[in-house]
Protein backbone atom coordinates (compact mmCIF):
# COMPACT_ATOMS: atom_id res chain seq x y z
CA UNK A 1 0.00 0.00 0.00
CA UNK A 2 1.28 3.19 -1.03
CA UNK A 3 2.36 5.87 1.27
CA UNK A 4 -0.17 7.77 3.21
CA UNK A 5 -3.06 5.32 2.90
CA UNK A 6 -5.31 2.98 5.32
CA UNK A 7 -7.80 0.64 5.08
CA UNK A 8 -10.84 2.33 6.56
CA UNK A 9 -14.37 0.71 8.15
CA UNK A 10 -15.88 1.41 4.62
CA UNK A 11 -13.21 -0.84 2.76
CA UNK A 12 -13.94 -4.04 5.08
CA UNK A 13 -17.66 -3.50 4.94
CA UNK A 14 -18.89 -0.63 7.38
CA UNK A 15 -20.07 2.10 5.95
CA UNK A 16 -21.20 3.17 2.36
CA UNK A 17 -19.26 5.70 0.29
CA UNK A 18 -21.33 8.33 0.79
CA UNK A 19 -21.86 7.38 4.64
CA UNK A 20 -17.97 8.01 4.76
CA UNK A 21 -17.83 11.21 2.78
CA UNK A 22 -20.82 12.54 5.15
CA UNK A 23 -18.57 11.74 8.56
CA UNK A 24 -15.40 13.46 6.55
CA UNK A 25 -17.61 16.60 5.68
CA UNK A 26 -18.97 16.87 9.06
CA UNK A 27 -15.27 16.54 10.94
CA UNK A 28 -13.74 19.87 10.86
CA UNK A 29 -10.11 18.49 10.55
CA UNK A 30 -10.86 16.02 8.02
CA UNK A 31 -13.19 18.31 5.82
CA UNK A 32 -10.55 20.14 4.03
CA UNK A 33 -8.80 17.17 2.25
CA UNK A 34 -12.41 15.61 1.11
CA UNK A 35 -11.63 16.13 -2.43
CA UNK A 36 -8.21 14.21 -1.46
CA UNK A 37 -9.44 11.29 -0.05
CA UNK A 38 -10.31 8.31 -2.59
CA UNK A 39 -12.32 5.00 -1.75
CA UNK A 40 -11.11 2.46 -3.38
CA UNK A 41 -13.84 -0.51 -3.02
CA UNK A 42 -11.53 -3.28 -4.93
CA UNK A 43 -9.74 -3.13 -1.75
CA UNK A 44 -12.41 -3.76 0.11
CA UNK A 45 -13.32 -6.60 -1.66
CA UNK A 46 -9.60 -8.08 -1.34
CA UNK A 47 -10.46 -7.86 2.47
CA UNK A 48 -13.41 -9.43 2.63
CA UNK A 49 -12.51 -12.16 0.36
CA UNK A 50 -9.29 -12.71 2.64
CA UNK A 51 -11.62 -12.60 5.44
CA UNK A 52 -13.74 -15.53 4.57
CA UNK A 53 -10.85 -17.55 3.36
CA UNK A 54 -9.51 -17.85 7.13
Do not use: F, H, N
Amino acid sequence: MAAGRRLTGWQIGGLTGQEVRRERLADPAAAPYTSEITLCPAWGKVTRIARELL
